[in-house]
């Protein structure tokens, strides 16, 4: 432990990116009302999640983890194995978002959180004055 | 990336904003490669960078728009960002340090992985090893989800009729 | 029509050859970086490539659309079936080691089939969102 507190500048940078790149991603998420930047934002969040996963795994001198006997150390695999699903669940959930992104447009004919709230104002103030 | 990702936050321009989305895909394939994770960088590569663009700019064609809102009130939601930004780094100083050989994640299951699967599998690559054997489990939920996805995706945009809104 | 020719020309070098590398990450993903997903994806971009330069009534008629569906139950149910292949031959669910005389060769057959199954899915899937979002803006505009 004392080693890492020694070396604690240096050696936790990479979480100081990763933290960047998720504060980045959470902004454009919440602050943009535009819904395809958002969708952006939101691929950048997931990103900034698999370094933080990969980096920790990383051994320096070591190699990708293919066995051969040319090498002795590995990096660690098992975020590989996390990530590489999470990646394919990300796109997943991508294309659906799209796909709501397509129908949204059809239905109030913009893209736009703020129009499309100020849309449905009068059925929610019919739905909240008719409610017992 | 920092650079990239700034730029993308204030381009208004959404064709530009896909784009650089495509970029950073790339770049992040890059540092992946250095970080040894040839697999995961393969799959972002080929999935961040290509079939998300491609799905991005068929939407952005669909929804016929060029031009985000500029953010309206944008300060509330910096100040949260930079306040959820602090908080995960305090918390972060408690994680493992950079390659640090001793730390908690490369204990316990992983040496099993390295020193047992070619013999058990006979199969060089650990990540696909674990991934289709000692992981199958996973594996056959998120080939699931895939499916789910498109499947979903039929539901929403089937059309009923031809040359008819639905 | 020059530069159209000219796309058209570079496509018809290409495509074969990413077909090539994606059957290639397919079947080397034990030995290298690769496995089912990435040649599922590699495979669908191939098609998306050949859609786009040549016009979606061509890349129809190359992969029909009741095949791209059945693609995408298919590969599910491969990998379900080697589970189940496990559990009629005496394993549990997804045990490999049952499949063949030595329990090495019974792991190389059910990871081989399993990333099939995987491929499969994953490129049926991507090419089927693909056909959805480009069908959804011929018809509106016609």
Redesign the interface.
Known sequence: MSSAASASAFSHYSYLVTVFLMVAGLYIVIACGNLIKKLVGLGIFQTSVYFLYIVPGKVVGGTAPIVSDAFKVYSNPLPHVLILTAIVVGVATLALGLALTVRIREAYDTIEEGDILAADEPDRRAVGSSAP | ??VV??L??RSRN?FG??LL?GV??FL?AT??VA??????????A???A???T???L????????ED??P??R?WP??A???A??AV??YG??G???????A?A??QH??PR??ND?????????????????Y??????G?????????????A????RR??R?P | MRHDLILRVVAKLLIPFILLFALYVQFHGDFGPGGGFQAGVIAAAAVIFYALIFGLADARRVVPEPLVESMMAIGVLVYGGVGVIGLLLGGQFLDYFVLDHDPVHGQHRGIFWVEVGVAITVSGVMLKIFYMFADRGRIDES
């Open positions: 990336m920092a990702v700034v993308l936050a959404l904003v896909v989305g950073y895909s992040t540092v992946l970080l040894d994770a040839v697999d995961v960088a393969m799959t972002e080929s999935v961040g290509g079939i998300s491609v799905l991005f068929g939407a952005l064609h669909l929804c016929k728009s985000a809102r953010a309206r944008p939601a910096l949260l960002s930079v959820v930004g995960l780094v972060a100083q994680l493992p340090a950079f390659s640090d050989p730390s994640i490369h299951v992983v992985y390295l699967a070619p013999k058990e599998t006979g199969v060089p690559n650990i990540v696909t090893a674990v991934l289709a054997s992981r199958g489990f996973d594996t056959f998120e080939t699931t989800v895939v499916f789910t996805a498109g499947a979903g995706v039929v929403l945009l089937r059309r031809p040359g809104k």
